[in-house]
T-cell receptor, first 113, second 116 residues
Framework: QQQVRQSPQSLTVWEGGTTVLTCSYE??????FPWYQQFPGEGPALLISILSVSDKKEDGRFTTFFNKREKKLSLHIIDSQPGDSATYFC????????????FGKGTSLTVIP | EAAVTQSPRSKVAVTGGKVTLSCHQTNNHDYMYWYRQDTGHGLRLIHY???????EKGDIPDGYKASRPSQENFSLILELASLSQTAVYFC???????????????FGPGTRLLVL
């Protein structure tokens, strides 16, 4: 069973637009949600993360929202740039070790100039 | 800056042959991981290690062995490579442990393995 569901699988947006990626999860014990960004030919790198005690975290053009009641989180990218074209993974953890750390399947984002 | 390097960056192997993928980190991290990435599956954990000379199974260990001869080095071994093991393999390191205390993983650039 997929513990973390990510959508959409792929997404194309125009430069300057807002990108919205979403994830949902099942396990109510999950309390830490990082987002990783992966450029072609590279390994994933931590982009932004949020704890379940917060509902929003911003870092420049990137904002992640967390909805505990609905077990959903999202990543918003404002003023999307061609350089944002990458694959984005959400993950979820219950702070109890690898056995409860799950990656979503990823969203491939293309930003068209 | 955290640094994880992998070698080789790409490899073509024959079915039934032995393949060794190597990973080196200069982060002074205790934890190291091997993942495989397949289109449509995201990242899946194969093996991990939290101390030299010890390895643990991840979610998909079948067909793979791991070796951690030192804190800095972690290898993934395919004793009898199969077509289904064609994938991109990533090594990662972390300080505290996967999922613990908002621990961050630092990934290498990946090794693209093609088994023919």
């Amino acid at each position: 069973q997929q513990q973390v569901r990510q959508s959409p699988q792929s997404l194309t947006v125009w430069e300057g637009g807002t990108t919205v990626l979403t994830c949902s999860y099942e396990d109510s014990t999950f309390n830490y949600f990082p987002w990783y960004q992966q450029f072609p030919g590279e390994g994933p790198a931590l982009l932004i993360s949020i704890l379940s005690v917060s509902d929003k975290k911003e870092d420049g053009r990137f904002t992640t929202f967390f909805n505990k009641r609905e077990k959903k989180l999202s990543l918003h990218i404002i003023d999307s740039q061609p350089g944002d074209s990458a694959t984005y993974f959400c993950a979820a953890s219950s702070n109890t070790g690898y056995q409860n750390f799950y990656f979503g399947k990823g969203t491939s984002l293309t930003v068209i100039p | 800056e955290a640094a994880v390097t992998q070698s080789p960056r790409s490899k073509v192997a024959v079915t039934g042959g032995k393949v060794t993928l190597s990973c080196h980190q200069t982060n002074n991290h205790d934890y190291m991981y091997w993942y495989r990435q397949d289109t449509g599956h995201g990242l899946r954990l194969i093996h991990y290690s939290y101390v030299a000379d010890s390895t643990e199974k991840g979610d998909i260990p079948d067909g793979y062995k791991a070796s951690r001869p030192s804190q800095e080095n972690f290898s993934l071994i395919l004793e009898l490579a199969s077509l289904s093991q064609t994938a991109v393999y990533f090594c990662a390191s972390s300080d505290v442990g996967l999922g613990i205390n908002q621990d961050t993983q630092y990934f290498g650039p990946g090794t693209r393995l093609l088994v023919l």
